[in-house]
């Protein structure tokens, strides 16, 4: 089956801009999470959407907002960009149940630059 | 907080055996995961630990001992291609799928 997809995976933007990234998720898959990687901090997570719902969600200024369609995908929307932004944007799909293991599959994920 | 702790690099020799540490705080342990990642791409599922002991899968083995915070990964017949960051990740209860991860350990195999 087809993996998890992510668009764009290249993305410029300049400071106080703002942009959106997409995912789609392995098909059947209703978790969709998102994280952020950096050299200094490595993986952080972002927020994981369930059933369209917002389930959790780290510790990242309100500029990070989701959301999760009716056919799973979903979006990030980082605005007002900082230059630390910069960054690997990566989502991951599961099926959803919280608690068990649930593996969680990585897409390419899309590299933001911020100048 | 719920920090993981893992060592930043290693180096190993093609053929031998590398283990890999990964401690992290017990309060709320759910389960973890490791995760291999080559530079420019995704991570990767290698494995999952839930109970003590230990997990085989071909080359590739992980530990867990719940009471003591601490996994490692051990990495068998190294080759080349191994060489990669590996990343040790913790679920917690009431968190859902989030998963928070150590840094990763950047793993070069050489000659």
């Known amino acids: 089956k087809a993996g998890v997809t992510q668009t764009p995976r290249y993305l410029i933007k300049t400071r106080g801009q703002q942009v959106t990234l997409s995912c789609s998720p392995i098909?059947?898959?209703?978790?969709v999470s998102w994280y952020q990687q950096t050299p200094g901090q490595g993986l952080q997570f972002l927020f994981e959407?369930?059933?369209?719902?917002?389930?959790n969600k780290g510790n990242f200024p309100g500029r990070f907002s989701g959301r999760q369609f009716s056919n799973s995908r979903s979006e990030m929307n980082v605005s007002t960009l900082e230059l630390g932004d910069s960054a690997l944007y990566l989502c991951?799909?599961?099926?959803?149940?919280?608690?068990?293991?649930?593996?969680?599959?990585f897409g390419p994920g899309t590299r933001l630059t911020v100048l | 907080g719920q920090n993981i702790d893992q060592p930043t690099e290693m180096t190993a020799t093609e053929g031998a055996i590398v283990q890999i540490n990964c401690t992290y705080q017990?309060?709320?342990?759910?389960?973890l995961f490791w995760y291999q990642q080559h530079a420019g791409e995704a991570p990767t599922f290698l494995s999952y630990?839930?109970?003590?002991g230990l997990e085989e899968k071909g080359r590739f083995s992980s530990f867990l001992s719940r009471s003591k915070g601490y996994s490692y990964l051990l990495l068998k017949e190294l080759q080349m291609k191994d060489s990669a960051s590996y990343l040790c990740?913790?679920?917690?209860?009431?968190?859902?799928?989030?998963?928070?991860f150590g840094t990763g350990t950047q793993l070069k195999v050489e000659l």
């Open positions: 991951a799909s599961s099926w959803g149940t919280s608690g068990m293991r649930d593996e969680q599959f």
């Open positions: 959407y369930f059933s369209e719902t917002q389930r």
């Open positions: 098909s059947g898959h209703r978790s």
């Open positions: 017990t309060s709320g342990f759910n389960g």
């Open positions: 990740a913790v679920s917690f209860t009431g968190g859902g799928n989030k998963l928070t």
């Open positions: 630990n839930v109970l003590d």
